[in-house]
């Protein structure tokens, strides 16, 4: 319990969650505990001189479960992060990969810093020294621990968390396949970036394809139009409001960030927001809305959807029933606490949970991860081939009208789009898709058919906990 407000711990959050799914299945004496464990946690405290003295820094690397390996899960950078938050967001690992196939168990770790306050030559040393630590134990390894990033943490960082591990293991084919999230240069993937934010919006797409989950929101139609409230306007929350806003016809009507939030009731610039957040440091004096102070207040303002993108335990018991969204996204990691999830539950909010919802990173790092392995981009081989079929297709027809009476056209624009065979962007995002959309299935399914599951969440837990527990039950545990 969490002795300042009462509410349950994020890792007991977590917990609450999986014991009332596991409360509805019919595990195997011991197997429901085995699952729910944290296997074990590495605290490492490491010094670096910087600016004439020695700091010393906190960092965990966490694995939840090894049923599949490798594991997998971001490293974040903040001060916030500790063992319990590790530990929970471990476990939110190895559920959101089972959900979405991807073949690994749930890791996750963290480095207690602000990485705002050290330049970019520091945090170079700084990172270089905790991956040190972390590959000599085999807790980065292409094989047994794959790191992606997460809050605080970007492409700079998985590069040279890369460089430092082929440094250290400098006969390792595979030496790249040990973190996703690095630049394309460094052997990343195209789409890799924009993949929770793309993954965000392919949930949301999916949604409104079924209008009885829509209505069970008390919404009708499409997102065509939706209003939305966006908390955290980082890498995953800006890129799911930009899609939003410029693929959907959504509205984002309301910005939540660090000092304080925005308003525009025509919808926020999102483009012209985030250059602002980038030069100014917030949204403070941004000229694109009406600024309020106390940014967690508009998260109770009037929306179709909200979509907490930036923490853990944003919406929690103090102010769930203050909250009017009849749709929740949950973009960041553990945004609803246990307490607020029940809550909500019963004012009828459907939530769409974070293990689902945010793993698009995660599905596009597997991407990653295979392409690094197999050592070729991916379309290389096909590519050119599949344009040379769609040209005879095209030629046929344009030989098939040239030579009979008929007297047609390709419409404008047809030819260039069906000629072009995919590249690598085009097939991340068709394999994204695709995962989104079966995911969603396989979660609806048990939504729609299970008498006890009235919630999304719960739905999630159930798919992901059976395949975790035949995983180990093949195994022979
Ligand atoms: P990020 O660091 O890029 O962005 C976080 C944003 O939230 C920043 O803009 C920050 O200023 C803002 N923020 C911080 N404190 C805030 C507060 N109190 N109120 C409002 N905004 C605040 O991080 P990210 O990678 O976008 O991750 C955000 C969430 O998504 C985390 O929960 C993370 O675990 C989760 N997530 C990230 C990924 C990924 O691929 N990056 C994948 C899955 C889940």
């Not at 050290?118 to 980065?140: C, S, V």
């Not at 394809?209 to 908390?231: C, F, M, N, W, Y």
């Not at 995911?439 to 739905?459: C, F, G, I, N, P």
């Amino acid at each position: 319990m969490n002795p300042r407000n009462g509410e349950p711990s994020f890792r007991q959050s977590v917990d609450l969650m999986f014991t009332r799914a596991a409360a509805l299945m019919d595990l195997p004496p011991g197997l429901e505990e085995k699952i729910r464990v944290c296997n074990s946690t590495y605290t490492v405290r490491f010094g670096v001189r910087l600016r004439g003295e020695i700091h010393t820094f906190t960092g965990y690397r966490s694995v939840h479960s090894e049923h599949t390996e490798p594991v997998k899960g971001g490293i974040r950078y903040a001060l916030s992060v500790n063992q319990d938050e590790v530990e929970a967001l471990a476990a939110l690992m190895t559920y959101k990969c089972a959900l979405v196939e991807a073949p690994f168990g749930g890791s996750k770790g963290g480095l207690c810093i602000d990485p705002r306050q050290w330049d970019q030559d520091e945090i170079e040393k700084i990172t270089r020294r905790f991956a040190y630590e972390l590959i000599k134990r085999d807790l980065i390894h292409p094989a047994q621990n794959v790191p992606a990033p997460d809050m605080g943490t970007g492409e700079r960082e998985m590069a040279i968390i890369a460089d430092q591990y082929a440094r250290m293991n400098t006969t390792d084919i595979n030496a790249r396949a040990c973190v996703t999230g690095k630049p394309i240069h460094a052997g990343g993937i195209q789409g890799r970036v924009e993949a929770t934010g793309r993954g965000v919006q392919y949930a949301l797409q999916e949604f409104f394809r079924h209008p009885e989950d829509v209505a069970k929101a008390g919404l009708s139609g499409t997102l065509d139009g939706k209003r939305v409230i966006v908390q955290g306007l980082g890498n995953v929350g800006y890129h799911a409001a930009l899609f939003l806003s410029t693929e959907d016809g959504c509205q984002v009507t309301h910005v939540i960030e660090h000092d304080g939030g925005l308003s525009n009731p025509d919808g926020l610039d999102i483009v012209a927001l985030r250059d602002w957040i980038v030069t100014h440091g917030g949204v403070r004096d941004c000229p694109l809305g009406t600024y309020h102070e106390n940014g967690a207040k508009l998260l109770e303002e009037d929306c179709d959807i909200l979509i907490p993108a930036a923490m853990e335990g944003v919406i929690n018991m103090h102010n769930a029933a203050a909250i009017k969204a009849s749709l929740i996204i949950e973009a960041a990691n553990g945004p609803v606490t246990a307490g607020a999830d029940e809550i909500l539950r019963h004012k009828g909010t459907v939530i769409i949970p974070d293990l689902y919802a945010n793993a698009g990173g995660v599905t596009v790092s597997y991407f990653e991860w295979v392409k690094n392995l197999s050592h070729i981009r991916f379309g290389r081989m096909q590519r050119r081939q599949e344009e040379a079929r769609h040209q005879l297709i095209v030629d046929e027809l344009e030989r098939i009208s040239r030579d009979s009476s008929i007297n047609w056209t390709l419409s404008p624009g047809f030819k260039e789009k069906y000629l072009r065979g995919a590249g690598e962007l085009e097939l991340v995002r068709s394999g994204l898709d695709d995962t989104m959309r079966a995911a969603y299935q396989s979660m609806r399914e048990v939504w729609w058919t299970h008498d006890k599951v009235t919630d999304l969440r719960t739905a999630a837990f159930l798919v992901s906990i059976d395949r975790v527990a035949k995983s180990y039950t093949a195994k022979g545990i």
